[in-house]
């Protein structure tokens, strides 16, 4: 199970760095660019809830192996892809498998193991779940450079099936299947309206720059915002045997909705950050994708030196050491976005060959930017959920989790159209320049919402019940 899950683990950084060559080689547009990364989120966010729900219901070894078996499927539409079209669509369908197979993986580990034997196993799975966002940069880098069989980027997806073949055989004979006799009856056609809602909400923001920003985008995105809204209100009236998706009780708790917002602003951050960062890196500074993949590996590497003490500080200090990580996230991308002049313009790049050796002015931001994702992002869950009660503590992991991916296709739509609507009037170091203060704003906001959180994080031993009770959903992780 842990096997399958970091397929998605690495699906999520791996395809990064192999967006622009993606784009030379299918002569994709722009807004199909920025849809290679909303497709699979998307997926994963209208689909997540849902499939928790569905797993405790009807069992959770069927949904993971059928999870495992259309991520596989997915993952060789998109390695034989021949037009942005049908990758983009085979991407959707990875969000929404990787959505099926997540929360049976932790809703088994939370059945099947108690006690330290439970934190152990989470603990692992956090310990995998950073390493692979560290390897899926270089993983990508790596397989597209390294150009197996002639497939190029193709490998990036492609080496996806046979791990997923291992998985589902694997998974077949080896993990037991467990449900909860109790569960409800999940809201199907409240998930189609859930769907529905977030598409239409970031359909409109990808189109918009190419389209002119027309008048069928803005009645879209009003739609997506009512449509959302609006089930809400229906579940919080809602009586009967279903499932909520939206559990109306925890959206009353200023701190659950304070910190579903911080969650959110901080995916719309990274995933538009790092997008345009790799198109720029590779279109304008002529980098390999392994050099950029090597390059973004300082963001990674600030992350893995602060993670250990946050939660130790979250207890001790709560919401500030929240807010200090996210204003560091700011102060690192104000830095990155200070030395991209001096990293080189186009030309320049070009006459010097530029390379590993220009990367060094971005180092420093990269670096304490991942530093302050350690501080923000590894106590955020603790600190929200432990003002939840328990009884509804795995729903709201689930949302939590969801707008993390939503957050990102968000992310990749608005900061991917500030970058591709100043591309045409000053090049790319000029659209990048321009979409950073959008990302440094986002962390600046992330720091003062985090001043309304709760003021102190739960204890080591509350921290612990909180994750056992929220692992029914990959935001425990």
């Avoid at 397929?7 to 990064?16: A, F, G, P, Q």
């Avoid at 207890?315 to 996230?329: D, H, N, P, S």
């Amino acid at each position: 199970m842990m096997v399958a899950a970091l397929m998605d683990l690495l699906d999520v950084t791996i395809v990064n760095v192999a967006i622009p060559s993606i784009g030379r080689e299918l002569h994709a547009s722009q807004s199909a660019l920025q849809w290679l990364v909303s497709a699979y989120l998307l997926g994963f966010a209208a689909t997540l809830i849902v499939s928790g729900h569905l797993g405790d219901r009807y069992g959770r070894k069927t949904l993971f192996l059928a999870g495992t078996a259309g991520f596989g499927l997915a993952s060789l539409g998109c390695g034989i892809a021949q037009s942005p079209g049908p990758l983009i669509a085979a991407r959707a369908v990875q969000g929404v498998m990787a959505a099926l197979l997540m929360p049976q993986v932790l809703g088994s580990f939370r059945t099947l193991f108690h006690g330290r034997e439970r934190g152990a196993v989470f603990g692992m799975y956090g310990a995998v779940a950073g390493f692979a966002s560290a390897v899926g940069l270089l993983l990508g880098g790596l397989l597209t450079d390294a150009d197996l069989f002639g497939w190029g980027w193709r490998s990036v997806f492609l080496v996806n099936v046979p791990v997923a073949l291992a998985a589902l055989a694997a998974g077949a004979v080896l993990v037991p299947a467990t449900r909860e006799r109790g569960a409800g009856r999940p809201d199907l056609l409240g998930s189609l309206v859930l769907a529905g809602g977030l598409i239409a909400v970031v359909l409109p923001l990808v189109q918009g720059e190419a389209n002119g920003w027309p008048l069928w985008g803005w009645l879209c995105l009003a739609a997506g915002v009512l449509a959302v809204s609006g089930l809400g209100v229906v579940e919080a009236r809602r009586r009967g045997a279903r499932v909520p998706l939206l559990p109306a009780r925890a959206f009353r708790l200023p701190a659950f909705s304070v910190g579903l917002a911080v969650q959110l602003l901080f995916a719309v951050g990274m995933q538009g950050f790092f997008l345009v960062f790799a198109i720029w890196l590779q279109g304008s500074q002529h980098y390999t994708p392994m050099e950029a993949g090597v390059l973004t590996v300082a963001f990674s590497a600030g992350g893995f030196l602060t993670a250990p003490a946050a939660d130790a500080l979250a207890v001790r200090f709560g919401r500030l050491v929240l807010a200090a990580g996210a204003l560091t996230m700011a102060g690192g991308f104000a830095a990155v976005w200070y030395a991209v002049p001096s990293a080189g313009e186009e030309a320049a790049g070009a006459a010097a060959g530029v390379g590993p050796v220009g990367a060094w002015p971005l180092v420093p931001g990269l670096l304490l930017a991942g530093a302050g994702l350690g501080f923000l992002v590894v106590p955020l869950v603790n600190v929200v959920l432990s003002a939840v009660p328990a009884d509804i503590a795995g729903g709201a992991s689930g949302i939590f989790s969801t707008a993390q991916q939503f957050g990102g296709a968000l992310g990749a739509a608005v900061i991917g159209s500030v970058f591709f609507g100043a591309l045409a009037d000053g090049g790319p170091t000029h659209a990048l320049t321009a979409a950073m203060p959008w990302v440094c704003a986002g962390f600046l906001v992330c720091a003062l919402l985090c001043l309304a959180l709760p003021r102190t994080a739960v204890s080591p031993e509350g921290e612990a019940e909180a994750e056992a009770e929220a692992a029914a959903e990959p935001a425990a992780a």
